[in-house]
């Protein structure tokens, strides 16, 4: 996730199942309230999902009116997330985005846990307003892990 000279890297896992519930928010947004880039943005949205570690995430690259729907839809995505108590495998296994994927999205996992999804989700919002509090010197972030925030590299 980079904005700016800002940035931070978060578990693919933990993205993919953030973003997909961010692009059924956004679906599910009346059509008046969507920017005029929403497909392109929901199918974005989708690509990171699987696609995971494979490419990075450049807010900056997003219109203004853009990325404040992309994170309106990531917060009310967090918030459904912790009202379920996480998202489990049986569930992941029918999400129809994730097609032949979907059994093995969550690498062996049988359940992720809300609380990364929130801290990843708001992890997001401070990064967008410049405000993400700076990770060690020569390290960095990694949000989205079943243990939480935790730095890496060094």
Known sequence: MISGEAMFWAYDVALGVLFIEA???????????????????????????LVGSSSAVLLDDLAVEQQEVLLSCIVEAARRIEARGGVSQDEVSTWPELEE?????????????????????????????????PAPAERYWYYGTPQGRIVQGG
């Open 23 to 49: 692009a059924r928010v956004g679906a599910e947004m009346p059509a008046d309230l969507r920017p005029s880039g929403w497909p392109e943005l929901e199918q974005g949205l989708r690509t990171q999902a």
């Open 101 to 133: 994927s979907g059994t093995s999205f969550l690498r062996g996992a049988e359940h992720i846990a809300a609380a990364p999804l929130v801290e990843l989700a708001q992890a997001l919002v401070d990064l967008a307003a410049g405000t993400l509090s």
